[in-house]
């Protein structure tokens, strides 16, 4: 999947899958909230639908907000478009609070934080740098960074990610923005999935289990019946 940091509110015609076309339909479900359908068309395979949900929406201030969204069926990832407008450091203290009081701290691992943070990777003695580091390693994050200017002033855009996705930077693109545009691939997990149990005949285990059930006086007689 390839994500650029200055399109992730709307999944726009910036963000795309990598040699595929998609075909973006925004509706809402039975419960009013926003759903973003996918087509994805591929190249030698056809087509198929990639349903992203809007599960939850925080506010963190008046520039963004995260969002738990489910991708697929079963793919789950924290996403927000970051903007700090001062870069000061109580405005990345309020980013890290609102993760602990909303986030449930089993899936910090699928945060995706992306934009611009105001403040410069560049100078790592800075103590808004020396916050940033220490917040992400308490919240087991993890700073992706373009290691180049991606302003005149400097490096303040990059990602933030929980240890569950990986991230790699693909390119760094002029725009009419004071801002160079990143486009990065982002992986994100399959769950682990529980082995299904299949009855091979669902009718005959049905009388199976009436018989039982019928003729036992007590549990042991049931479960020995069963067992037959």
């Known amino acids: 999947m ?3 940091s200055c399109c992730f509110k709307k999944f726009g015609s910036l963000t795309r899958f990598s040699n595929r ?3 973006c339909i925004q509706k809402k479900n039975l419960y009013g909230r926003s759903e973003w359908t996918i087509e994805v068309v591929e190249q030698w395979c056809g087509s198929k639908q990639l349903t992203i949900k ?7 201030n008046k520039d963004f907000n995260i969002y738990r969204m489910l991708i697929g069926r079963d793919k789950i990832i924290w996403l927000a478009s970051v903007y700090l407008s001062k870069g000061t450091t109580n405005q990345l203290k309020l980013l890290f609070k609102k993760i602990y009081e909303q986030i449930p701290a089993n899936e910090w691992k699928y945060l995706l934080l992306a934009g611009d943070y105001n403040f410069n990777l560049q100078k790592p003695e800075d103590k808004k740098i020396k916050l940033l580091n220490s917040l992400s390693k308490q919240f087991g994050l993890k700073v992706v960074r373009a290691n180049a200017k991606t302003r005149t ?14 991230a790699k930077m693909l390119s760094l693109n002029k ?6 545009m990143l486009i990065w691939e982002v992986e994100l997990p399959c769950p682990l999935l529980k082995a299904t149990d299949l009855l091979p005949n669902r009718k005959l285990a049905e009388e199976i289990t009436m018989k039982a ?3 036992a006086r007590n549990a042991k007689e049931f479960l020995k019946s069963i067992n037959q």
């Open 2 to 4: 390839i994500l650029t």
């Open 153 to 166: 002033t400097g490096e303040p855009d990059f990602l933030l990610c929980g240890t569950a996705i990986k």
């Open 54 to 60: 809007f599960i939850k929406k925080y506010r963190v």
């Open 21 to 23: 076309r998609l075909k």
């Open 213 to 215: 059930w019928n003729e």
């Open 175 to 180: 725009t009419l923005s004071d801002h160079k």
